[in-house]
């Protein structure tokens, strides 16, 4: 069949998610929906508001929102008329967005895939697998290299900086100590290393490494690089959406020990994660197709809904 998915929400993980999308052999983008008028795409853009009079022409709609306060506050009204994918990554509030998510979209009759993306997402998954091995898991999660948005944005606050950007980077000798099955060593501040970009005069650059160092909350006791370079030599190096990371998982298996691993490096953090989005609205379309109701998230859904091949496909080639 060939699912009918539309976008609501057009920043970096929307524009990557419509670019993936036309990119499906089963799948067809209906449109975006915006509350800007004007937007950079051939695709059709309709105004948010008008949403729920498309209801029946679209068969999955993708959340491209932001997990701060756009998904808290949009995704249950949009569960009550559409089956949803989300990418909400507030950890600690997953549990209820799950519960609130599982009333609209069971009272509706459709299906919302929530946290989907990498982490939470395909990290979850692994999360889980890895440590259903091992009677006594050792697991230790570790991000990037990546560019972290809330830390980029706290170096560029600081008075004198023209241009910042931050990335965390796993350390080596914790990723050795993980998969050596010494993961209770490793705390979130001695796995990660902070590494900063910055632009600015010189007259300001020790007062602004001063301040970036003891910033509370945010480099404050983690290990923290900081390298000031010209405005070309950032626009050049610096523009990109890089992230990743690994979960590691060791133990004890009789006599033996095992370790289990699972990375990614990406190029873009939003084309990744729009990539899990859509497949996973492959996954959503098929479980509403077969009567399917209320939220779902990556530990639920059946790998093969993902692909666009047959199940009898799946277990004559790679099972």
Same mark, same amino acid.
């Given at each position: 069949? &060939?699912?009918?998915?539309?976008?609501?929400?057009?920043?970096?993980?929307?524009?990557?998610?419509?670019?993936?999308?036309?990119?499906?052999?089963?799948?067809?983008?209906?449109?975006?929906?915006?509350?800007?008028?004007?937007?950079? &795409?051939? &695709?059709?853009?309709?105004?948010?508001?008008?949403?729920?009079?498309?209801?029946?022409?679209?068969?999955?709609?993708?959340?491209?929102?932001?997990?701060?306060?756009?998904?808290?506050?949009?995704?249950?009204?949009?569960?009550?008329?559409?089956?949803?994918?989300?990418?909400?990554?507030?950890?600690?509030?997953?549990?209820?967005?799950?519960?609130?998510?599982?009333?609209?979209?069971?009272?509706?009759?459709?299906?919302?895939?929530?946290?989907?993306?990498?982490?939470?997402?395909?990290?979850?998954?692994?999360?889980?697998?890895?440590?259903?091995?091992?009677?006594?898991?050792?697991?230790?999660?570790?991000?990037?290299?990546?560019?972290?948005?809330?830390?980029?944005?706290?170096?560029?606050?600081?008075?004198?900086?023209?241009?910042?950007?931050?990335?965390?980077?796993?350390?080596?000798?914790?990723?050795?100590?993980?998969?050596?099955?010494?993961?209770?060593?490793?705390?979130?501040?001695?796995?990660?290393?902070?590494?900063?970009?910055?632009?600015?005069?010189?007259?300001?650059?020790?007062?602004?490494?001063?301040?970036?160092?003891?910033?509370?909350?945010?480099?404050?006791?983690?290990?923290?690089?900081?390298?000031?370079?010209?405005?070309?030599?950032?626009?050049?190096?610096?523009?990109?959406?890089?992230?990743?990371?690994?979960?590691?998982?060791?133990?004890?298996?009789?006599?033996?020990?095992?370790?289990?691993?699972?990375?990614?490096?990406?190029?873009?953090?939003?084309?990744?994660?729009?990539?899990?989005?859509?497949?996973?609205?492959?996954?959503?379309?098929?479980?509403?197709?077969?009567?399917?109701?209320?939220?779902?998230?990556?530990?639920?859904?059946?790998?093969?809904?993902?692909?666009?091949?047959?199940?009898?496909?799946?277990?004559?080639?790679?099972?």
């Amino acid at each position: 069949m &060939t699912i009918t998915t539309a976008i609501v929400g057009y920043g970096n993980l929307g524009r990557s998610a419509e670019t993936l999308i036309k990119a499906q052999p089963d799948m067809e983008l209906f449109g975006i929906f915006s509350r800007r008028t004007e937007l950079d &795409t051939d &695709t059709p853009v309709y105004p948010v508001d008008s949403i729920n009079d498309y209801a029946d022409k679209i068969d999955v709609l993708y959340l491209c929102l932001g997990s701060a306060t756009d998904i808290p506050e949009q995704a249950v009204s949009f569960a009550e008329h559409f089956t949803t994918v989300d990418t909400y990554d507030n950890h600690k509030q997953i549990p209820d967005h799950y519960a609130r998510m599982d009333a609209a979209a069971r009272e509706s009759g459709n299906v919302a895939v929530v946290a989907t993306g990498w982490d939470p997402g395909l990290f979850s998954l692994n999360r889980v697998i890895g440590a259903s091995l091992f009677p006594e898991p050792q697991q230790n999660t570790f991000w990037g290299r990546g560019l972290s948005q809330g830390h980029s944005n706290a170096i560029r606050g600081i008075e004198g900086v023209r241009f910042g950007v931050q990335y965390t980077i796993p350390r080596e000798d914790a990723i050795a100590a993980a998969k050596a099955g010494r993961g209770s060593e490793i705390d979130g501040k001695s796995a990660h290393l902070r590494q900063c970009w910055v632009v600015a005069d010189e007259a300001d650059q020790d007062r602004i490494r001063d301040t970036i160092v003891n910033m509370p909350d945010y480099f404050v006791g983690y290990q923290t690089e900081v390298h000031f370079i010209s405005e070309s030599d950032f626009q050049r190096d610096h523009q990109g959406l890089p992230h990743g990371g690994h979960v590691i998982t060791s133990g004890t298996l009789g006599a033996s020990k095992s370790t289990v691993e699972f990375a990614l490096d990406l190029e873009s953090n939003p084309d990744f994660t729009a990539a899990a989005l859509v497949a996973y609205g492959r996954a959503a379309a098929r479980l509403a197709a077969d009567g399917a109701t209320g939220a779902y998230t990556v530990l639920q859904v059946p790998p093969y809904l993902l692909s666009t091949k047959s199940l009898e496909d799946l277990l004559r080639e790679d099972v």
